[in-house]
Each structure stands twice: as C-alpha cells, then as structure tokens.
Nanobody, 128 residues
Framework: QVQLVESGGGLVQAGGSLRLSCVASGRTFNNYAMGWFRQAPGKNREFVASISRTGGNTYYADSVKGRFTISRDNAKNTVYLHMNSLKPEDTAVYYC?????????????????????WGQGTQVTVSS
C-alpha cells in the first residue's frame, strides 16, 4: 500500500513557475513508476508526465513538453513536477500517481487506469 501526498500548488501569473512535490509513504518507493496527471473543470483527467523507477526514463504529454520536468529523489520518497512558462490552460487539479513496476518491462505509463495509487490533488491556477 502506498499513500501519496501532493503539495506546491497555488496561484501564479502566466509565464511563471511552480514546483509540485509528491511524497510517498512506505519503504519501497523505488519499486514504483510515478506519474502526474491533471484535471481541469469539466474535462477528463489527462496525462502530464511519467518517470521510471530509477528516474532514468521520463515521458511527457505534448502539451507540456519543453516546459515541465518530472524528477524523483528515491532517498526522499518524493517525485517532483517542475513547471515553467505556465499558461492559463495549465490550470487544473494536479494528481500524483504510482504503480508497482518492479517486474514490468515498461518505463512509461500514460493511462490513468495503469496506476493503482493516487494522491488527493493540488490546485494550480494560472492567471492571464
């Protein structure tokens, strides 16, 4: 069982930056591939970024590529989402997710159904 707690959301002007953090409970954090998703009002939840167990592989949605960076610190049981050049369309609740990938040959998981554990979400609002 993994519990995830996100933080770092807030209100920022367009062009600004934020860093989201997600801390996981448990002692086997490095068994888990991690992902960030977001959900804007009236829209479906969408994939943002994913990172492999060791952090060696990352994958991004086209809409955030070049602006967002996902990273992890396995010693701190934490995954980050660094968001730069924010746009009003980035406004959403951002969720961190985890899935056990110890015996998987895949590095990237972009479908929310592939993740078993979710945080409560953190609101990001970008004003124009």
């Amino acid at each position: 069982q993994v519990q995830l707690v996100e933080s770092g959301g807030g209100l920022v002007q367009a062009g600004g930056s934020l860093r989201l953090s997600c801390v996981a409970s448990g002692r086997t954090f490095n068994n888990y591939a991690m992902g960030w998703f977001r959900q804007a009002p009236g829209k479906n939840r969408e994939f943002v970024a994913s990172i492999s167990r060791t952090g060696g592989n990352t994958y991004y949605a086209d809409s955030v590529k070049g602006r967002f960076t996902i990273s992890r610190d396995n010693a701190k049981n934490t995954v980050y989402l660094h968001m730069n050049s924010l746009k009003p369309e980035d406004t959403a609740v951002y969720y961190c997710a985890a899935r056990n990938a110890l015996y998987s040959g895949k590095y990237h998981y972009t479908n929310d159904r592939e993740y078993a554990y979710w945080g409560q979400g953190t609101q990001v609002t970008v004003s124009s």
